[in-house]
């Protein structure tokens, strides 16, 4: 079986995620949980995952917040995308006048053979780019990018925009979130140059693959926003070389998931999960076999970027791990793997030899708080 | 964190319920205070949707402004607000005492408004709201009404004024409960006002793991529940399509029924919340050092009003004097606010004692007439000498205060030996031979390194220097771009 | 400074240092008069604070008066003394901060004077703590002078050169930009990062952004402190300058009275003691365990390095001492990352006889020079980096304060924290570090460097 059906079959019936660079910039945070990698590599909506259960991820979006973006996507694109290449000429000097601009997702259809199609569209223009071309297209909208992650072939559509004039390529990424007096939410701003710089460094791939020189992808990354209350768009420019290198160790390091993919005996895969006929507690049941089976590494960091967070946070509470409390709790309490511990060695329970230079401060803790309570409650 | 913190989240999770950290409340909280609920629509970040506002529990009203991404119905809506709050806000400017500030007499009001909000994204909020109208113009082809500017000045100085470390003029409940006790959450999820109470306050029976399950699906606001807009999508768009591009007031109101219904139980739930959290945390003795911090927040406030109805505006930026004058201001305020915070609290010291920030034992021994020479002549020096059940780690000389006179010259350790029973006895020389208060025998005395005395700051200069102007200043952009 | 003609030096280093300062000198006072400044970079240990004593015979000749400025206190007194023993003939005058004072040595040297800032004005060659110099220079005590110099600018913030600004119209700026940040414990410190206004960016970084083009860098690309073994590892923190040792191999030697070791602890402290002797560095790893940050393990590691050490009558030699010199406690530092690490390790080795062996935080450490240094790793034992561990300042610190040798301590998998992906940042507009991921690839480098000094108990 080859691993692309290999792993099809463990997404099985389960819903569908088709990888984007926001989903590959957002499995960045949990290369380390072996679950999170197989369901990424076989394409499983986590957020999907386990609607109708207790642990459905309350991850709805608003149509307003969606409109938003949408609204301002479609300001940028107005008028074969004026107001960006004015920009881009204010911003960056490029010039600008009678820049040829295309939207690739205008060409194509919105499915599987779409997005091969516009893959190997974006190949032919970036080619003329590096041809110099007379012709070659200036704006690309809607470019789709081919990369091979964990041992899988998938094709990254971005929402980013490539801008070629004369010199370097840039990338720029159009986001809703304004820029306010020259500020922006710096993890907003953090995700968003993390997405740019997947973009990039699957387009120097790219560069590469053609025979032309990465080194002509420029690491200065554009963000397009609105600018203080309105909706009148802004440029910003940030370096992203360190981003970009620490994508490209992202790509060499996601765990291979066939490895992982083996590891499960035949017949386990994610339907039984999804299965939204079967009763929830068994549903739940079947990810605990899958879990069990591949292992998981459960933060609170996961609860904002992972569909599986509230069924993870539910093991961990299992475990009374210390990850419930964050990663500062963790660094407390080395060699005590329970909170339920923690909490007896602060009545002062007898240590093991391992838990002994954390239970001294953990038996003082607790002494010190019983006798100022007893203290306060006298006064 | 710290080992207090994680061994109290232990016993919290193991119990299902939360802890207190703090035997004080360290807040005040005003009888009479401003309450507003913000909900704002989607992701839209400068305009609210819906404002639920008033000032005890029974007197809830609520305002919807139908379609806020619309400048005159998010504006009519504020404008209906603004005409309650900037009178509120500003009633307790009337009247003044005198106060005594080095050379000069400055006034400060008696009294200041205090507002209270369910969670920090919404003082964020109020913070944008603020920036939004604080900006507009009064005259020209879209002007703004006077009330609408000054209700965007006030939330322009809450939101700055919310930074202050130990301020109280807008008090978000989640701060508040996150000051006062330690729940086994991560601090994210400590944000949601209704996980966070649920693990205060538990039904009966049920773990505060599964009370705080259930309720942190609950929205508080501003930001709304997916789900919840997808209710309101079509009563939104119902409502553009009955009022066809007309924002008269006559048109609009009859319209916003429908919206108003979908609003008011998710505002009416965060309201009930938000009043639930303040009660119950007004029923805690508060901390002695609360007042004189009232004290610096009335006079922010005075100062605040008397330059806004003077006409004052505030730039958008700070000056580099500014951010450095203010970078200062909030440092001192941290120390002081720690310093008197663990001054007051016996459950709050732990952690120093913990971190060897602080020593606490037994007085054995006073020797008020001790004297040492100082600069050729004897200076009276007395020596405390306690007898503490751990050991202690600091080296001396190190400089302590008494928690009792946390304001005064300094004890600095002189001596650390073994004791009987496995103590370890600190002799201490206080620094001064002014005649301040004493720690007496037999009592329990603590010395920590916190001290609410106040440092010299370097005056700086009124001009900025070249080095701190552009070389080629920016093009200013314009403040309101509407 | 060294005569070139000493066979202990590095020439070419010598000369190309010597040219940089030159250039640098040159073109602050070409400038005099004028609104401009020149900037000095240099690695740990350049001899930064040579250079700014290099600044008085020209400004005397020129007949320009000069306010020279520190961050911190003593800084500022080792300036002044360093100022009134090269320039016998020059006075040197201090302006304290208030209830401060110089350590009586300084203070009596024959040309040093001590007064208030109004009874300086008018003098030659002022000195004082940049916060001091633009107080008094604020409420109208001090006048201007000509030149204003302000040694390790990388560790004064922009809000303190804000005062002193103004004191004169033309600057040199020295500093070490690898070493730590300004800081401040307000509670949100980025609030604003990247902002022009932003009173934590360093003195460097607020000229820079504002008048880029017409203030000249210069690099210093020497170290006399660090010999040609620290080098390279150390250049993992100065991507942007590149420098040499100044002092040749071979100069410096370090020994120990041989031994024969009776316990596995005493074996392996043994040999980490003979690696550094031989390569100026050592790493001992200890078997890896989750710990807590004051590890008792560790200190328990450090005091019995510490008692070997010192049992071994370290003896060193090098192109300041042509003959065998007895290494003092006092030239013994312990450089660590957190307080109770250093309040326990204080403790342990005041009670085993060791007062004087210097422990401290790299906060503490900036700026001073030791013959030996052992260096607690921030990432020891730690279950997940993060921003202030990464620090790439505070490693920095740690790894270059020493003459003769540095053994690190740390875990066996403190390494392996690096092979997984940094976490996701944040980012600031207008800012282009990003510590966690600059702190990443510095540790990495600075681990790859150690690896051929390894030893694992």
């Not at chain 1, 094709?155 to 820029?179: C, N, Q, T, Y």
């Not at chain 2, 919840?228 to 006559?250: C, H, I, M, W």
């Not at chain 3, 005569?3 to 640098?24: E, I, K, M, P, Q």
């Not at chain 3, 302006?95 to 300086?120: F, G, K, M």
């Amino acid at each position: 079986m080859s691993s692309q059906s290999q792993l099809e079959s463990i997404r099985s019936t389960a819903p569908l995620r088709p990888p984007t660079v926001r989903v590959l910039a957002s499995y960045a945070d949990h290369t380390d949980c072996n679950l999170a990698s197989l369901g990424f590599a076989a394409r499983v909506d986590l957020d999907r995952l386990l609607v109708g259960t207790k642990f459905q991820a309350p991850f709805g979006q608003s149509p307003f917040a969606f409109s938003r973006g949408t609204n301002f996507e479609r300001l940028l694109r107005a008028n074969d995308y004026a107001t960006p290449l004015r920009l881009l000429q204010e911003k960056m000097g490029f010039a600008v006048t009678d820049a040829r601009t295309i939207n690739l997702r205008q060409v194509h259809a919105k499915n599987r053979d779409g997005m091969r199609l516009r893959a190997d569209d974006t190949r032919a223009l970036v080619r003329k780019i590096l041809q110099q071309h007379r012709d070659a297209i200036n704006l690309i909208d809607g470019a789709v990018l081919e990369a091979t992650i964990g041992g899988v072939a998938a094709h990254f559509e971005a929402d980013a925009l490539a801008a070629r004039f004369s010199g370097p390529i840039h990338a720029g990424e159009v986001k809703s979130f304004p820029v306010v007096d020259g500020r922006a939410d710096p993890d907003k701003l953090g995700a968003a140059l993390d997405q740019v710089s997947v973009y990039l460094l699957l387009t120097k791939r790219l560069v590469d693959d053609l025979g032309g020189n990465h080194a002509l992808v420029s690491p200065m990354a554009m963000l397009i926003t609105p600018c203080n209350v309105a909706l009148a768009p802004t440029l910003s420019v940030m370096d992203v070389t360190k981003r970009i290198a620490r994508t490209e160790r992202l790509l060499a390091t996601v765990p291979d998931a066939i490895a992982i993919a083996d590891s499960l005996p035949s017949g386990l895969n994610f339907s039984a999960v999804a299965d939204k006929n079967a009763d929830p507690g068994r549903r739940i049941d079947a990810l605990h076999d899958l879990a069990d089976r591949v292992g998981t590494a459960y933060s609170p960091n996961c609860i904002s970027t992972c569909g599986n967070a509230l069924f993870c946070r539910a093991r961990a509470l299992k475990a009374a791990a210390p990850t419930l409390s964050g990663p500062n709790a963790v660094r407390l309490l080395p060699g005590v793997n329970s909170l339920i511990r923690a909490a007896e060695l602060s009545d002062g329970a007898n240590p093991s030899p391992q838990e002994r230079p954390v239970a001294e401060h953990l038996a003082r803790a607790g002494r010190l708080y019983d006798e100022a309570t007893l203290q306060a409650g006298r006064n | 964190m710290d080992h207090l913190e994680v061994a109290l989240a232990a016993r919290a999770l193991r119990e299902g319920r939360a802890f207190r950290k703090a035997a004080f409340r360290h807040r005040c909280l005003s009888e009479n205070p401003i309450a507003l609920v913000l909900y704002q629509l989607g992701a839209e970040p400068f305009s609210a949707a819906a404002i639920g506002f008033g000032h005890c529990k029974s007197d809830f009203n609520l305002i919807v402004a139908g379609e806020p991404r619309n400048r005159d119905l998010a504006f009519a809506a504020l404008q209906r607000l603004a005409q309650w709050f900037n009178t509120m806000f500003e009633n307790a400017a009337a009247h003044r005492e005198t106060v005594p500030n080095r050379n000069r007499e400055q006034t400060r009001a008696n009294t200041a408004p205090q507002v209270i909000v369910a969670n920090s994204a919404t003082i964020e909020m109020i913070g944008r709201l603020g920036r939004r109208l604080a900006y507009l113009p009064l005259t020209g082809p879209r002007p703004a009404s006077a009330e609408l500017v000054r209700l965007g000045q006030h939330f322009l100085f809450l939101h700055r004024h919310a930074g202050t470390p130990g301020q109280q003029l807008i008090v978000s409940m989640t701060d508040l409960l996150n000051e006062h006790w330690v729940t086994p959450q991560s601090p994210m999820e400590r944000q949601s006002l209704a996980a966070l109470y649920a693990y205060i306050a538990p039904p009966p029976g049920l773990h505060g793991y599964e009370a705080a399950a259930s309720a942190e699906r609950i929205a508080i606001g501003p930001l709304p529940d997916g789900d919840d807009d997808e209710k309101l999508d079509p009563l939104v768009q119902e409502f553009n399509g009955r009022r066809n591009g007309s924002t008269a007031p006559s048109v609009i109101a009859p319209l916003l029924a429908p919206i108003a219904s979908h609003y008011r139980p998710l505002v009416r739930r965060t309201w009930d919340l938000l009043w639930t959290c303040r009660d119950r945390e007004a029923g805690w003795q508060q901390a002695p050092s609360v007042p004189r911090r009232w004290d610096d927040d009335r006079q922010a406030y005075t100062d605040h009003v008397d330059w806004t109805l003077r006409g004052g505006h505030r730039r958008t930026r700070l000056t580099p004097r500014q951010a450095a004058m203010l970078m200062r201001k909030l440092e001192e305020a941290q120390a002081i606010v720690a310093a008197e915070q663990a001054s007051d609290d016996p459950l709050l010291i732990v952690s120093d004692l913990l971190d060897e920030k602080a020593v606490q034992g037994w007085v054995l021994r006073v020797d008020e007439t001790h004297q040492e020479i100082v600069n050729v002549r004897a200076a009276r020096r007395p020596l405390v000498t306690i007898s503490s059940p751990d050991p202690c780690l600091m080296p001396h000389g190190k400089e302590l205060w008494w928690t009792r006179t946390p304001g005064s010259p300094p004890y600095v350790i002189v001596d650390v030996r073994a004791g009987p029973n496995q103590h370890v006895l600190i002799t201490l020389k206080l620094t001064t031979s002014s005649r301040i208060q004493l720690p007496r025998t037999g009592e329990t005395a603590c010395f920590s390194a916190h001290t609410t005395r106040t440092h010299w700051f370097a005056a700086l200069p009124p001009s900025t220097p070249w080095t701190h102007r552009p070389s080629s200043p920016p093009t200013p952009a314009p403040i309101e771009d509407e | 400074m060294e005569s070139a003609r000493d066979n202990h030096f590095n020439r070419r280093a010598l000369h190309a240092a010597a040219r940089a300062t030159r250039d640098a000198l040159q073109d602050f006072f070409l400038h005099a008069g004028e609104e401009h400044a020149t900037v000095l970079k240099a690695p740990a240990g350049a001899g930064k604070t040579g250079a700014v004593v290099l600044t008085v015979p020209p400004a005397r000749r020129r007949k320009m008066r000069l306010a020279i400025g520190t961050p911190t206190n003593d800084q500022a007194f080792a300036l002044v003394e360093r100022l009134a023993r090269s320039h016998t003939n020059e006075t040197i005058t201090f302006v304290p901060a208030s209830a401060v004072s110089l350590p009586q040595q300084i203070a009596r040297l024959p040309n040093v004077v001590q007064v208030e800032a109004a009874q300086a004005n008018g003098a030659a060659i002022i000195v004082g703590t940049i916060s001091k110099l633009g107080d008094a220079f604020c409420r109208g005590t001090l006048t201007p002078v000509d030149g204003l110099v302000i040694d390790e600018s990388f560790q004064a913030d922009s809000s303190r050169y804000y005062g002193v600004a103004d004191l004169a119209p033309t600057h040199l700026l020295v500093g070490d930009s690898g070493q730590l940040n300004p800081f401040s414990t307000m509670p949100d410190p980025y609030r604003w990062r990247g902002l022009p206004e932003d009173p934590l960016q360093t003195a460097v970084g607020v000229l820079l952004r504002n008048h880029d083009a017409r203030t000249q860098v210069h690099n210093l690309p020497i170290s006399r402190r660090l010999d040609h073994r620290a080098v390279p590892l150390v250049r993992a923190f100065y991507s942007d300058l590149s420098f040499e040792a100044a002092v040749l191999p071979g100069v410096r030697k370090l020994q120990f009275d041989p031994a024969t070791a009776t316990s596995r602890t005493l074996r392996l402290v043994d040999q980490a003691l003979e690696i550094s002797s031989r390569s100026g560095w050592a790493h001992v790893e200890l078997p890896p365990a989750p710990v807590l940050a004051a590890d008792p393990e560790m200190i328990d590691l450090i005091v019995a390095l510490v008692q070997r050490l010192f049992q071994r009558r370290p003896h060193a030699r090098c192109e300041r001492h042509a003959s065998w010199n007895e290494l003092q406690t006092r030239h013994v530092a312990i450089g660590v990352s957190h307080n109770d690490q250093k309040d326990l390790l204080r403790f342990r080795l005041d009670s085993v006889g060791f007062p004087e062996v210097v422990v401290e935080t790299a906060n503490k450490l900036q700026g001073l020079e030791f013959e030996l240094v052992i260096a607690w790793h921030p990432l020891a034992g730690i279950p997940e980096p993060d921003e202030f561990h990464l620090d790439p300042g505070r490693l920095c610190v740690l790894l270059t304060r020493h003459r003769h040798a540095c053994i690190v301590l740390g875990r066996a998998d403190d390494r392996h924290l690096l092979d997984a992906l940094p976490p996701a940042t944040p980012a600031f507009l207008g800012w282009d570090p990003d510590p966690i991921l600059d702190g990443w690839e510095a540790h990495r480098a600075a681990f790859a460097a150690l690896e051929p000094h390894r030893l694992t108990l």
